[in-house]
């Protein structure tokens, strides 16, 4: 860009504005250490001269990294921990062949295959610590106390592994002193690690490169945020910041440092990462997307998420709110920001009175009159449509308005919303007034699925 | 590209010949005045000195922007009109701040926020001038002859503002001196003025960037010409040419002057702005979108551009399809042309007489036989099911068919549009036969739009 | 890339390894032909020199291309053959104006348009004896022995022409000694040539550029396996590889020579080119897709390739499996790969086994019983719905989990499969029960295709 130079000042006048604001606010003053040291240990060089050989493209990947910049070796995050129960077995028998180079057993260092956030928290504590309260870490905690699938058992267990698994995580398990397949691999953002740890950082960043700037892009965000029930990258792409990153993205400074990623100077139109996680101002960078967030608008009522009873957030939804308008404004004006916020309101207020709480109000009735049966979710047509109304158009309605994805609020939302509603109010008036119970699919398919809760989550908690 | 060089010369050629061409077809030469001075006022030093500290995203575009290598600065589009109503006032406040740098009551001008069509066609009278008789322009008052979502006030004015008007644009009004906040902000392509002029080039042209680059990529029709009823942007990505440019993109040359823009010199395959508003050999430029189009592809029944009732064409449907061919042939052969719209006018006869014409008939007459009602419409099931016939899976069908997208003629298209039109048959022949009223939805939800056709369009018609 | 002269070495010692290989498999050592000759017939220079005027653009794209650095000219791909049927007679006619640069009769050639596959054979004879054998150059006889719509006439033949023959293919015909309309033009993958050749190479290698670059990007597969039947370029998209794939691609380096494009050296994350089609360690390129395939996830019934009966793979499973393992570890561990193939294989066996077999009996059961009618399919709403079961969200289901996408293996497939299964069940109950015959349309619409199978293809199997 041409005004790299200003670009640059106004960056680091940011991370130093933030730095200082960050000491402020949370009143801990630190001396610094970072320094790199540029020697490495005979092991070390063990592992990156054979895997130079055996897997170049996870050497080459390092190689284009900033961790190997920093001179950060394989072992300074393989090495494994003390208590670490995935320590590798089968890589510990290379050491054995004296006769092939590095096959010394003095090369050998134990070595755990899944690598944590606690274990990336050694050299960063402040994202790991923003992240492991984030709704991401949590999101098979919060799964299992809201969704019908998991707990009626309702699918089968591969049909979790290979589709909600995939981007919530897995509790990993070690059987035999080895990973359980059933468990690993996966990269979903709220795994269960061994040690205790939430999440896998290599969903966002992923390995061996580890680029902020992968981070930083919309399809990142993507592989998890699509499809029928929370289609946000859908809808950023048809919204003017989608546009404008399409158009542009090639004149973008998508390796700006952390915290100086700079609007109008750095990109044009922001990503999802600009607006919920990225410094930007005054507000500083947060590894916690539950921050900046006023309405939770993927629940089934639209609450605030200090009252979303799943995972209440720790904060209240004002400071939150101004923390997203401080965004928006480094943009927009103050009258577009505040017009935004009355439509987005707007919406969410008419979702919820008006085709939310209706359609609740006649299943419950459905219910308490017998004509719809409470043993399982999903087995009569009516909770298929009631879930589809909240958790399908209902979301897309709100996420859109919320977005400013007019084809999404209205086409894939609203639109939706007026006819599922009135589907769904024409056949259980007609239960109501024959007085007819609803028909019961008999033999509902693959609903297999284990329903115990995972004790690593549920048993701590109590 | 390599053969950049060939490129100039018959850009140059072409630009040339236009220019010629256009004299020829309009008779009006005119001596052409374009000069750059490079002095500005100190008002204008003023605007920019304090945006460069207050809204630096909005410099760093403006420092990008053609507007700016032409010494075009804030004043030239934002100074007030005579005449204009909204007037900023807050921004008047910070010249009373003689504290301040550039505080002081002479750097005051009056500036209007909202920078329209008119204002643009100081220095970009042609574009202003097609633009203003296009469907874009005039897409509101197409909109309210036509739609049953806004004259049966079947939605509500937040489901309008989210959606409809986000692409369609708003009827800005003033209220105590300032802009509307339910009109305001708002950049749909439709979007009538307080001067009376339609329309909002950064519609396409994004401020403060204004990039000929932008508009000429398709992900920028794309904000608006997607989803379920009229997804061009998704049959474009999945045509031939979609798919060429996603792979060649990068190499193709996005900057050429308008008019200039050059297939297989500049670019492969076209874009939207390529076949439907770049200037191409003998074809010149236009930013009316009616141009070159030879059938109504979104009307129910498909009919001719200049019988399309709400806005008839001011031109006949051979002379455009003739510029149209003109531009297929830039790249394709004669065989390939006329073979092309052979398929087409025949997808296009198909579904008027097979698909549309026998469900109207059987609409109308279970209207006439009384079965449905039309007091409102969408209120029962089938005026849905006719409704999505055409609107939907029918406009799919002919426009992937029209822009050779194979998936969306038929899988989204014809393919639906069978067993849409089955069922629609099945159910009003069980009306007709059991003599049966349809059911309608007692309790329509959120039907509370305003029904008023706005006066601004409509009283000035009449 | 940095690391450019790695990649490079090893390119050359897979290259070689790859051809060292090749000569061992295939027992035909051979010595090498390939010298460039500089000089051209003045034939070929008046093509190029009339074409650089009149077709600038083909002339621009042939100038960007492997084969005009070869040498290779207009004729040596367009120059008719013995026993071409369409030799262009518009083309010949141009030879006759002695008045014009090159109009004279010496320079004249005769010309034919279609270039197919045996043309391009003189110069890529491995990948056009590859291709033959595939399901791509075979597909219009499998949608013949397969397809409803085909074989029943159920659409009209332009639903087939811009819907299905789009990526199918024609079968080339000439009428008067021209290319029939009907059927040309076309790029199909599977077009009947009238030498008796299948498919067209400028389907992912378009014209005329002939890029490599160009069929190893996902969108140019994407062009034809995209939609509710076959989406695998949303769920490439989707997939983690997909995730990489846009934020990296910009630093791929799209054109290494055909064989030695290296996972990890040139590419990060690999795009379907490279795990279908790609040479990648000790596996050789291939043009015949169905190579390293180990099941058909597009049949109703799952089954292994070498039993798919409209064209049984001339191959085993278990050696392709081990061919597409072996890619999957140029990046991955093997336990890795296994796990992959365990959730896979369960995927296919619970489609099979609980969603499609008991489908496909109550089916039986209803034709048995005289509730179904076999005269037509599609005209009983319940033939529909057992159609989108395996055809759309039971393919959905499978290739979602085959290509690690979770929104597709569950949203869009084993979410869809479970209601779609419930409600053709409780409706097919319904039949069963009441002894009641389905509802046949009786005007089904647009049912007027020919249901001749072409004779080109099947009289020479006969």
């Not at 096959?103 to 960063?124: L, M, N």
Request: neutral net charge.
């Amino acid at each position: 860009m041409r005004t790299r130079t200003i670009g640059i000042a106004i960056g680091i006048a940011t991370a130093l504005l933030a730095t200082a604001t960050a000491f402020a606010a949370q009143n801990f003053p630190k001396a610094r250490e970072f320094r790199i040291e540029r020697g490495m240990p005979e092991q070390a060089i063990a592992c990156i001269e054979c895997h130079k050989q055996q897997t170049a493209g996870i050497f080459a990947d390092w190689t284009m990294s900033r961790h190997a910049s920093a001179n950060i070796t394989c072992l300074d995050c393989h090495q494994a921990q003390p208590g670490d129960l995935d320590i590798s077995r089968d890589h510990e028998q290379y050491y054995s062949r004296g006769d092939m180079p590095y096959g010394e057993k003095r090369y050998f260092i134990p070595i755990a295959s899944a690598v944590t956030p606690k274990d990336c928290s050694r050299c960063h504590p402040d994202e790991v610590k923003q992240y492991a309260k984030s709704k991401h870490a949590n999101t098979i905690e919060i799964m299992w106390k809201l969704d019908p699938w998991l707990n009626g058992g309702m699918n089968s267990d591969n049909e979790r592994k290979t589709g909600c698994y995939y981007c919530h995580g897995t509790v990993l398990k070690v059987t035999d002193g080895k990973l359980d397949s059933s468990t690993w691999p996966n990269v979903g953002v709220g795994r269960v690690n061994l040690d205790g740890s939430l999440g896998s950082c290599t969903s966002c960043h992923t390995r061996h490169r580890f680029s902020v700037m992968e981070a930083r892009k919309p399809e990142t965000c993507g592989q998890c945020h699509l499809g029928p029930d929370h289609p946000q990258i859908e809808i950023y792409n048809e919204s003017k910041h989608g546009d404008i990153y399409q158009a542009f993205k090639q004149e973008y400074n998508w390796n700006s440092a952390p915290g100086a990623w700079t609007p109008g100077i750095d990109y044009r139109a922001p990503t999802c990462a600009s607006c919920h996680m990225s410094g930007s101002g005054s507000v500083l960078t947060t590894h916690d997307v539950t921050e900046r967030i006023s309405w939770e608008t993927q629940a089934p009522l639209t609450v605030r998420p200090q009252d979303f009873k799943p995972f209440p957030a720790q904060t209240d939804w004002k400071v939150e709110r101004d923390k997203m308008k401080k965004i928006c404004l480094q943009c927009h004006g103050k009258a577009w920001v505040e017009d935004f916020y009355v439509d987005f309101d707007t919406a969410v207020h008419e979702y919820n009175e008006v085709y939310f709480k209706p359609a609740k109000k006649m299943l419950d009735d459905l219910y308490a009159k017998g004509l719809l049966d409470k043993t399982k979710f999903f087995d009569e047509a009516l909770e298929v449509e009631f879930y589809e109304l909240w958790h399908h158009e209902g979301r897309r309605a709100r996420m859109g308005a919320m977005m400013m994805a007019p084809d999404y609020a209205w086409w894939h939302g609203f639109y939706e919303c007026k006819h599922r509603f009135n589907r769904f109010m024409e056949e259980a008036r007609h239960l109501v007034d024959t007085n007819t119970k609803a028909y019961r699919y008999p033999d509902f398919p693959n609903a297999t699925g284990d329903t115990t809760r995972p004790p690593e989550i549920f048993n701590k908690k109590q």
